[in-house]
């Protein structure tokens, strides 16, 4: 497999089940990313790993909490979500941090969440 | 802070014509990268086309094309010869000094016959 790789693409959740996406990149990039994508919003970065530690969290609900075991893997472990955190989430790698300004990013096809 | 300004909700462009999608920006940082990717329905965001700041020349990729006016602020993305997989959804981004892209709501362009 090459490319970002995100499972499940679909997820139906209760507000009370425990519940974790994954990402996995073949890139052998060392920057991973979550997104969140809602509906007519623009997307909104929650967390950077870069080296596999944690770079960035952006004031992210700790009901989110991300896991970065080694460069290759990026969890997203859910827990009482709420209806509003119903998105698109996106995974994305680059080869480095975006400080430069020239880092493309590589997106997965993203993770459908439904909280009930 | 960055912000990325999209105005365009919607567009509609026939097959074979040329479309231009409109992105503005502000940043306060002295190098910046502007980014545009296109998400088609099935959720994949997929990397278009990059501009560097300090660029002289305007970002060309096979039929992308970045019309880049940095004293305006507006790095617009052109399409020529539209072709109906070119349906989807278009996203102009912006890098700087931070680690992370900050992104535009989005335009939503349709492909007709």
């Known amino acids: 497999e090459t490319g970002v790789t995100q499972t499940p693409r679909h997820l139906v959740m209760g507000m009370t089940n425990k519940k974790s996406l994954k990402c996995e990149q073949h890139l052998g990039h060392n920057a991973m990313y979550w997104y969140k994508q809602s509906a007519k919003k623009p997307l909104e970065l929650m967390f950077v790993?870069?080296?596999?530690?944690?770079?960035e969290n952006n004031s992210v609900p700790s009901r989110f909490s991300p896991e970065c075991p080694n460069s290759s893997h990026l969890f997203l472990h859910l827990h009482t979500l709420q209806p509003e955190d119903s998105a698109l989430y996106l995974c994305?790698?680059?080869?480095?941090?975006?400080?430069?300004?020239?880092?493309?990013?590589?997106f997965g096809a993203g993770s459908r969440l439904t909280v009930l | 802070a960055q912000k990325i300004t999209q105005t365009q909700p919607g567009m509609f462009v026939q097959e074979k014509e040329a479309v231009t999608l409109d992105c503005t920006y502000d940043t306060s940082d002295p190098s910046y990268g502007l980014f545009w990717y296109k998400q088609p329905s099935s959720g994949e965001m997929i990397f278009l086309i990059y501009q560097g700041s300090y660029d002289q020349q305007n970002a060309t990729e096979g039929r992308y094309s970045l019309n880049f006016q940095k004293a305006r602020k507006s790095a617009n993305l052109v399409i020529s010869a539209s072709q109906l997989g070119d349906s989807a959804m278009y996203f102009c981004?912006?890098?700087?000094?931070?680690?992370?892209?900050?992104f535009g709501t989005g335009t939503r362009l349709q492909v007709t016959l």
């Open positions: 994305a790698s680059s080869r480095g941090r975006v400080s430069s300004g020239a880092n493309v990013l590589t």
């Open positions: 790993y870069s080296l596999e530690e944690r770079v």
């Open positions: 981004a912006m890098g700087g000094t931070a680690s992370k892209l900050t």
